[in-house]
């Protein structure tokens, strides 16, 4: 294997670098005041157990973050392998995010997708500045675990298929 330098911190190689890592997918939305707001996070991680905390980082340009965050509850929902179609429809930059993508919602709005891996009931915990995007932390009220179901993973942009070794 060679392994290329490189010298210059431009948005490609960046972009290269980061995607050389694979990352599950999850879907973060809330239903606020009757529409369901959601968008589609590579960034998810667990962060801590006590408090039981996660995160998602978020362009700070991002329109549908600056309504989510406003939210009481939160729902993070990790999508499972077959939903890749999902994933690209909560991405969409503009049009209905949610047409054909079955959710429900908790009683205090957190909305969670249909068939996915988990889903985490949330409240935002805190917001952290990272350079163009924010770490928001998320608090955990509650979660529910289907742990037979493959996740849906993303590495160097495109949707991949975990292999048992």
Same mark, same amino acid.
């Given at each position: 294997?060679?392994?290329?330098?490189?010298?210059?911190?431009?948005h =490609?190689? $960046?972009?290269a670098l980061y995607g050389? #890592?694979?990352t599950?997918? %999850?879907a973060v939305? =809330?239903h606020i005041q009757?529409t369901?707001?959601?968008?589609?996070a !590579?960034?998810f991680?667990?962060?801590?157990?006590?408090?039981p905390l996660? !995160?998602?980082?978020?362009?700070?340009? !991002?329109r549908?973050?600056?309504?989510?965050?406003t939210a009481?509850?939160?729902?993070i929902t990790i $999508?499972?392998?077959?939903?890749a %179609?999902?994933?690209?429809q909560l991405?969409l930059?503009e049009g209905d995010?949610? %047409? *054909?993508?079955?959710?429900s919602?908790?009683a205090?709005?957190a909305?969670?997708i249909a068939g996915g891996?988990s889903t $985490?009931?949330?409240s935002?915990?805190a917001e952290?500045?990272?350079?163009?995007?924010?770490?928001?932390? #998320?608090a955990?009220?509650?979660f529910?675990? %289907?742990?037979?179901? *493959?996740p849906?993973?993303?590495h *160097?942009? !495109?949707f991949k298929? $975990?292999? =048992?070794?």
């Amino acid at each position: 294997m060679q392994v290329t330098t490189q010298h210059i911190l431009d948005h =490609a190689g $960046l972009r290269a670098l980061y995607g050389s #890592f694979p990352t599950g997918v %999850a879907a973060v939305g =809330a239903h606020i005041q009757g529409t369901p707001i959601g968008m589609a996070a !590579s960034s998810f991680t667990s962060v801590s157990f006590d408090p039981p905390l996660v !995160s998602v980082a978020v362009q700070n340009t !991002s329109r549908t973050w600056q309504v989510l965050r406003t939210a009481p509850r939160i729902g993070i929902t990790i $999508l499972a392998r077959n939903q890749a %179609a999902t994933c690209r429809q909560l991405s969409l930059r503009e049009g209905d995010r949610f %047409a *054909e993508v079955p959710w429900s919602r908790t009683a205090q709005g957190a909305l969670h997708i249909a068939g996915g891996i988990s889903t $985490l009931d949330c409240s935002l915990h805190a917001e952290v500045g990272a350079g163009d995007h924010a770490i928001a932390l #998320f608090a955990v009220h509650d979660f529910a675990l %289907a742990p037979t179901t *493959e996740p849906l993973v993303f590495h *160097e942009s !495109s949707f991949k298929q $975990l292999a =048992a070794s």
